[in-house]
Each structure stands twice: as C-alpha cells, then as structure tokens.
DNA sequence: TTGTGTTTTATTGCCTCC
DNA sequence: GGAGGCAATAAAACACAA
C-alpha cells in the first residue's frame, strides 16, 4: 500500500463490540433513530461525539490527530475486551484500511444531502464530532460526490434511453401516417384524372353535335378557348370551367406525380404541394 | 473454506482558482 | 505557490456462491 499515514487504532467492533459500547455509552444522550437531526449536522452544544448507537457491523475507526480523547475512549473498550496483552498488537499494528462505522456514515450520508460540498468549517467540525481525521471527512466527501456522479450518470442514461425510444416510436408512425396519406393522394389523383377524362369526352361529343358559333370569336375574350359558352350571366359555371381548364393544362399542375422521396426534402413552402408560381395567382383570384 | 466480484477507504497526479 | 477538487487507481474489507 503506498503513501505513509498511520491511521492504527485497530477497533473491531464485531468482537462483541457493539454491545460494550452500548454499555459504554448508556450514560451518554443517544438520539433515537427517529429523532431529527440537525438540520446543518452540526452536533448540538455538549453532546458527545460518539453519541450514535453502534449497530454491531464489522466497523473500524480510525484517528491519528485525535489521540487524546479518543484514543482513551477506545483504549476503555478494548481493555475490557482483551486485556492488556492485546493493546501493544492493538498499537503495533501495520496501518490497515478502516470502514467508518454504520452511524458515522449515517452522519456524513446527512451531512452530504444537506450539502455535498465541504467547507473547511464544516469539515474541521465533522471530523471532531466523529472523531476522524479533517483528511478522513474530505476523502469521505470526495469518494461520495464521485458516487453520486455515477449513479447521476446512470439516471441521466436511463432518461436518455427512455426519450430516444419514444422519439424512435414517433418516428416509425409518422412513417405510417406518411405512408396512408400518399397513398391518399394517389387515389385522389386518379379519380380526378378520370373525370377529367370524362368530362373531355363529353365535349368532344357536343363539338360534333353542335352548328358552328354565330357570334365571332373575340380573341381578346378570357373565354376564347371556349367558343360555345353558356350564357354571359352564368359565370360561375363559367369560373368553375375556367379551374376545371386550369386544372389540367399541361403548364399549370395541381398534383404532380409523387416520387418516393418527395416528402424527405420539404419544398420551400410546404404549402405548395409543387404549385407552379402562376398557379398561385391563379388559385388566389379563384378565391 | 475459498475464490471471486463488489464496495469502501485512501493515494497519486493533474488541474483550476485565488 | 498552496488549497482543494476530480479522475484513476490501489488495496483492504466485505458479501456470497460453490
């Protein structure tokens, strides 16, 4: 193990520990589970800092600047313990890796949801109310935000995941509804192809049929292209010719033919659905 | 009991800020 | 330049199946 701090003070609690640190600590003022704590975890004025109950895991503590006190609070435990023979191995020991006890880590797990950051105050103050190192709480401190930053990350993947499903779902039903709405437009298309068909059909027949207009055909009339028109009062069936006739000449197409793509690249204006530019004068002194 | 994977404590080295 | 934070890593402690 590299670097040089001895942190030796070798207390494991599971040799019957737990229970003669209870005992230990009957005198002392032990906050119930369900008390509250203090808000900042800041130990009240004159309470111990070992007043938490030691809830019998295998727990090491460790202190090297806190010999005084801490040490001997310890060193009552041990000797009641072992005896005397164990306190030179209990001193002697090669530094080893301590956990913190269940209720220490209790008391940082508080203080990091009151506030993950560490002050050098707030740091000097926890290490004495749990009897460890300043170094100990900042290390604590620092391994906990590096916890959080993961399980943060887990939460922010899983969150990711969940809109990308979604969006890919959406995805694949507007493909759907793409897919229905062309097929739409085709077989509007043709209908209105054949009626157009028809309706040529028609005229053709009433051409044959009828004499040669009496009147002469003025060039400059917008209806010269109709030579046999109804009535001039008429006019909206004559309208209604004029946008049949617009509908369909070769120029001025209303439904081009659909490529498989000509949805990918939306036009300029997605209202033009491949409107020449003159067929939008047209369509807006139709209306 | 032991092998193995996981968690926790601690160190190291680099970076940033004052 | 020192203090503090973070990422990467080591190593002890722990959990657990076989």
Not at 16 to 32: E, K, W, Y
Not at 221 to 240: L, M, R
Request: glycine share 4%; net charge negative.
């Amino acid at each position: 193990m590299a670097g040089g701090r001895v942190f030796s003070c070798n207390n494991t609690n599971s040799v019957g520990g737990s229970n003669n640190l209870s005992v230990l600590l009957q005198s002392q003022r032990v906050p119930s589970s369900s008390e509250p704590m203090d808000p900042l975890f800041i130990p009240r004025p004159g309470s111990s800092p070992y007043s938490f109950s030691v809830s019998g895991t295998r727990s090491m503590v460790s202190f090297e600047d806190v010999h005084g006190g801490n040490r001997s609070f310890f060193r009552s435990f041990d000797e009641e313990e072992n005896g005397d023979e164990d306190l030179d191995d209990y001193f002697h020991q090669p530094e080893k890796k301590r956990r913190l006890t269940v209720d220490q880590v209790q008391f940082l797990e508080k203080s990091f949801e009151v506030e993950n950051k560490l002050e050098p105050e707030r740091k000097t103050q926890l290490a004495k109310e749990l009897g460890l190192q300043p170094r100990q709480v900042a290390i604590w401190f620092q391994n906990r935000r590096a916890r959080w930053k993961t399980k943060q990350l887990e939460k922010d993947y899983d969150t990711l995941q969940a809109s990308f499903n979604t969006l890919k779902d959406d995805y694949g039903n507007l493909l759907k509804e793409k897919d229905k709405l062309k097929q739409e437009v085709l077989q509007l298309t043709d209908k209105l192809v054949m009626k157009e068909k028809n309706n040529s059909e028609l005229s053709d027949v009433n051409t044959v049929c009828q004499e040669p207009p009496q009147k002469p055909v003025d060039s400059d009339s917008p209806h010269s292209s109709y030579p046999f028109e109804p009535d001039q009062s008429d006019t909206s069936q004559d309208e209604e010719d004029n946008l049949g006739k617009a509908l369909f000449q070769p120029s001025s197409y209303i439904f081009p033919k659909l490529e498989d793509n000509d949805y990918s690249d939306p036009p300029a204006s997605s209202c033009s659905y491949g409107f020449h530019v003159e067929d939008h004068a047209f369509w807006s002194s139709a209306y």
